[in-house]
């Protein structure tokens, strides 16, 4: 099934799209190849933000309800069946559905996959671990977050893993003030992953997010200085850092969404979303 002989993951069945009631109002990107350039600028007024706060809220929720079903023996079809009716009853649409052609409402990654798992018949197995990355749209504005679970037990190696890649997300967000440029987040996150020899991914970035997905703004996770946007109060947008116990290398299934680690390496990942304050960053999708 859905794992070869060195128990790598492989690709799986992916069930019919699953409905959206027609109440619920859809981003302009869906039934589309891709969405509209956004023209808009990453920083809010106080109402919007409140409305990013309500979006955020129900995908951090989500993950949250998805996260109580998963055990040895889940598939990732049945989270993502979760997370679709979760984010739906709150009036909201989940914005991977329909995005660029992804087929689900939830990204589900395992193991050696880095993200932008489609949840398929996979079903997990204890010592596994799996991310869950959920974006609600409400109010024409999305938020935008994901956590790792550990499925049963696993090795302390594994559960080291997670846990610093969710102790780099916080640093990341320590890093956060206006007037400093974005760079500093992701040189936060990667001295503190280098600390135990972890990879970096540098291919998959942070970004900014609220009326648009993807706003355009990037959040890099490593040391790269040509990322000089400069932090404001009221801007909004992710950081997601993933980092694997290999290399950063990555390859893509040819299903054009599913990204693995190419030594197989196993690899962890946390998101969330945030408002830049005069203080710092206001995490908007806490759990
Ligand atoms: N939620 C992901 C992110 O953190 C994006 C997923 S796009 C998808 O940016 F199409 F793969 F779902
Ligand atoms: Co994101
Ligand atoms: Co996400």
């Not at 945030?274 to 206001?282: D, F, H, K, S, Y």
Request: with cysteine; glycine share 10%.
């Amino acid at each position: 099934m859905p794992r070869d002989s060195h128990g790598h993951l492989t690709p799986g069945r992916i069930s019919p799209l699953r409905p959206v009631p027609s109440s619920i109002v859809r981003p302009e990107y869906v039934g589309k190849a891709a969405p509209a350039d956004y023209t808009g600028g990453d920083v809010y007024d106080a109402a919007t933000i409140e409305l990013i706060r309500e979006s955020s809220r129900i995908a951090a929720d989500a993950i949250t309800a998805v996260g109580e079903a998963i055990r040895p023996g889940v598939t990732t079809e049945q989270l993502d069946v979760i997370a679709h009716d979760y984010v739906t009853s709150h009036g909201a649409y989940p914005s991977t559905l329909g995005y660029r052609g992804f087929p689900k409402s939830v990204c589900t990654s395992v193991n050696e996959v880095i993200c932008h798992g489609i949840p398929d018949d996979t079903v997990l197995l204890d010592g596994d671990i799996v991310n869950i990355d959920i974006t609600a749209y409400k109010n024409g504005v999305h938020g935008d977050t994901n956590r790792t679970f550990v499925v049963g037990d696993a090795p302390q190696t594994t559960v080291d893993l997670v846990e610093r890649t969710r102790e780099a997300l916080n640093r990341g967000i320590k890093a956060v003030a206006p007037g400093r440029q974005v760079n500093v987040i992701g040189r936060a996150i990667e001295m503190y992953a280098k600390r135990f020899g972890y990879g970096v991914v540098r291919d998959y970035t942070g970004h900014g997010v609220g009326r648009a997905f993807h706003s355009g703004l990037i959040i890099p996770h490593y040391d790269a200085p040509q990322f000089d946007d400069v932090m404001e109060v009221g801007m909004v947008f992710t950081i997601e850092p993933m980092l694997t116990l290999g290399g950063v290398d990555a390859d893509i299934w040819a299903d054009d969404w599913t990204v693995t680690t190419r030594d197989f390496s196993l690899t962890a990942q946390f998101e969330h979303t945030m408002v830049v304050t005069e203080r710092g960053a206001e995490v908007l999708t806490t759990y």
